[in-house]
């Protein structure tokens, strides 16, 4: 069983990153300018923005946290990143989520202008995304393909069972594995329903796993040398753990990704990866 590291993955990203980042400002003499937009005070999103902040420093993006009172008007809050949008400083713009109950995040997703859509949640990217016309991912699934590509395996012709249909990773996910001609099966709370969860994850060449469930998938389910993703994030006690039991995966498994430390790091690049393309794309390169 190998452990797929999520930390040095990100550093090999990031090194990479980090020089074109030198050349595009040796070429331009700009670097790229991101903008993450925080509703509150949120710990979760603060700590998330902290280890952006962090991560575009190194890389030599610039990167500014604009928070926004708790309390503010969907219309407000519409302006503001109408405003961003307009500011031809700014390549990129995120914003951050879990928002407040009167900002409808349906009508939020498609504020950010296409080009500066840092997260691919537009409509427009999304399309352009389901024909293969954008290098502008949404991050977690474009960090669950980096950790496959990691792995050295082709994906072609593998069992691949995403076990969460969420807009923002497992339908985008499902989409770049069928790019790899992978044959993807996509489970949800109806194959839960209808018992049919564990049948699926016990062919599956490849699990991918983004419910928010602690444990959800246990380890006698995996077939003998799976890949595991567990994309899930979930406090229990007094520790954060993953939607797959680790301990028992990790006996079949022969690569897995530790929670924490796994996927999140290399989202957060990934993150960084699409303001460098969006600044291209501004920029003519």
Known sequence: MNILDGKKLAQKLKDSLKQEVTQLKEQTGKVPCLVNVIVGSDAGSCAYANAQMKTAAYMGIDYELRTLPEDISQEKFSQEIADLNRDSTVNGIMIHKPLPKQIKYGEVADYVDVAKDLEGINVANIGRMILGETKIIPCTPASVMEHLKSTGIQLEGKEVVIVGHSTIVGKPLSLLLLRELATVTVCHIGTSRAGKLIEHIQRADVVVVAVGSAGLIRGEWIKEKA?????????????????????????????????????GPVTVVVLMRNGIEAFKMQNNL
């Open 227 to 263: 890949i595991v993703i567990d994309v899930g994030i979930n406090r229990v006690e007094d520790r954060i753990v993953g939607d797959v039991d680790f301990e028992g995966a990790s006996k079949k498994a022969s690569f897995i990704t530790p929670v924490p430390g796994g996927v």
